[in-house]
Every structure is written in structure tokens, then in C-alpha cells.
């Protein structure tokens, strides 16, 4: 990921540094083929936002960027044949770096996994006061998705991040949703304790004519 990051800092720096040089030449008309122009930081925000390699929380900062320097059309992608990441309403608080919301996902789907996340990781198990301490000093605790914190030891590619995280959201759910089989075992229990409390019905009518 350091690799990545990067690469990121750098086209971020870069954008920035473009529309700092576009406001500057806004207001010359003189015809100029050696200077940049909008169509120039056109093709550098497409890349950013579709690069697969950057995470939502990355693509958010540069459409944010875009926003306050007066550019935020250049973030908008209708009439493209794709879409830009780092525009969803969850990408301010994406907490993961490989991981990213598919085109065409139900927002709902994706509030309901944050919902659960959330739940995991803040309510069930409670955390430590020093795991509380750590995360509101992060400011973790405002994010949708809990105090989701992913240990990525190990991974070296993107592919071993996203595997990571895709794990890690598995092990999150588990805490919080019931399992097939952890519904029969309970069932088989009640079931069990039933028979010991009441006796079987063999048991009973033998019982009667004793």
C-alpha cells in the first residue's frame, strides 16, 4: 500500500497544482498550445477516479478537492460510459483501502452491511477503555461502519488487502448474524430439554398404566 500511496499523493499533488496553474490563466484569452487546460485536468481527474489501485476514501478527497477550488463538474461522470468512485454518499467514510462499492449497488444493501459492521464492532463485543481511548482519538467513533480497524500485517499487494478485508468482514458478521447451524443446535437443545422436563410420549403412556 505504501506504493500506492504514493502514486496517490503524487496525481493528488498534481491536481491541485493544475488547478492552481487553470485559476491563475483563467482570465488570459492569448491562445497558448504549451498550457494546460480543463480538457488537460479532465483526463487526469478520469484517471484518478477510475484508478482501481486508489481507495473510495482517496477518489473522495480528490472530488472534495475539486469542490472547494470551483471545479466540481469535472467530478461528475453522466454522460460517460463509467462511473467515478469516490462519489457515493459513503465514500467520505469508506474504511477500506482494496475493497470498493460496485456501480449499480443498492445503497440500502451496503448501509445494512454497515449497519451490521457497526453493531459488531461497537456494541458486540463492547471494547476495552483503552480500544475506546484509541478509537476517539482517531475519530472513529462518528464513522457508519463502527470502529472497524483492520489489521493488514502481511499483505503485500492490493490483492492481499482486499483478501484481508474480505475476511475481516466475515469474521465482523459472524458476531452478529446467526449461522444455519448454530439455529439447529439450538433447536436440537430445545428439543432435548423438552423431552428431559416433560418425558417422551412413550415414557407417558407407559406411565398411565403403571
Request: charged share 20%; proline share 4%.
Amino acid at each position: 500500500m505504501n506504493e500506492r500511496d504514493r502514486i496517490y499523493n503524487t496525481t493528488l499533488t498534481s491536481i491541485r497544482a493544475l488547478m492552481g496553474l487553470l485559476r491563475k490563466t483563467h482570465n488570459n484569452t492569448q491562445l497558448d498550445n504549451t498550457r494546460p487546460t480543463m480538457s488537460t485536468l479532465q483526463e487526469l481527474v478520469v484517471a484518478a477516479l477510475t484508478c482501481p489501485g486508489f481507495s473510495e476514501a482517496q477518489k473522495y478527497i480528490v472530488v472534495a478537492n475539486l469542490h472547494q477550488s470551483g471545479n466540481g463538474s469535472v467530478a461528475n461522470s453522466r454522460g460517460m460510459n463509467f462511473r467515478f468512485g469516490g462519489t457515493h454518499k459513503f465514500a467520505s467514510d469508506w474504511p477500506f483501502e482494496g475493497l470498493a462499492m460496485q456501480p449499480g449497488v443498492d445503497e440500502t444493501v451496503v448501509e445494512y452491511i454497515a449497519a451490521l459492521i457497526h453493531a459488531a464492532t461497537v456494541h458486540a463485543p463492547a471494547p476495552t477503555l483503552a480500544e475506546l481511548h484509541a478509537y476517539r482519538a482517531a475519530a472513529m467513533q462518528q464513522s457508519l461502519f463502527g470502529m472497524l480497524d483492520i489489521d493488514y500485517t502481511g499483505a503485500k499487494t492490493m490483492a492481499d488487502v482486499g483478501r484481508i478485508e474480505l475476511r475481516t468482514i466475515k469474521s465482523l458478521l459472524s458476531r452478529v448474524l446467526p449461522r444455519a447451524g448454530d439455529d439447529e443446535a439450538q433447536a436440537e437443545v430445545h428439543s432435548t430439554s423438552s423431552s428431559s422436563a416433560y418425558g417422551s410420549p412413550d415414557y407417558g403412556r407407559g406411565s398411565r398404566y403403571r
